[in-house]
């Protein structure tokens, strides 16, 4: 997948946890050396949590727009790291 400007980005996934970013770091300062852009990605494939047992589950547009908003988050905090 090319930027806009052609160039390859680097790619680099993104983890919720702060004390997993030495992928983040490597991929910034990778990206950083070599002039190209970097690409944050964050995958999130299961409801987030808070939901016990019994209790009524979200509706389909709430808990997508619950992922949205973590994810989100999770992205704006990896930028900021970086």
């Given at each position: 997948?090319?930027?806009?400007?052609?160039?390859?980005?680097?790619?680099?996934?993104?983890?919720?946890?702060?004390?997993?970013?030495?992928?983040?770091?490597?991929?910034?300062?990778?990206?950083?050396?070599?002039?190209?852009?970097?690409?944050?990605?964050?995958?999130?494939?299961?409801?987030?949590?808070?939901?016990?047992?019994?209790?009524?589950?979200?509706?389909?547009e709430e808990w997508?727009r619950t992922l949205h908003e973590a994810?989100?988050?999770?992205?704006?905090?990896?930028?900021?790291?970086?």
């Amino acid at each position: 997948m090319s930027s806009a400007h052609g160039r390859e980005p680097i790619v680099v996934g993104v983890d919720p946890d702060p004390s997993k970013r030495l992928a983040l770091a490597w991929a910034a300062d990778e990206a950083d050396r070599r002039g190209l852009p970097v690409r944050l990605v964050h995958a999130q494939g299961v409801p987030t949590g808070g939901y016990r047992t019994g209790e009524a589950l979200p509706s389909w547009e709430e808990w997508n727009r619950t992922l949205h908003e973590a994810g989100a988050e999770v992205l704006k905090e990896a930028v900021a790291f970086v």
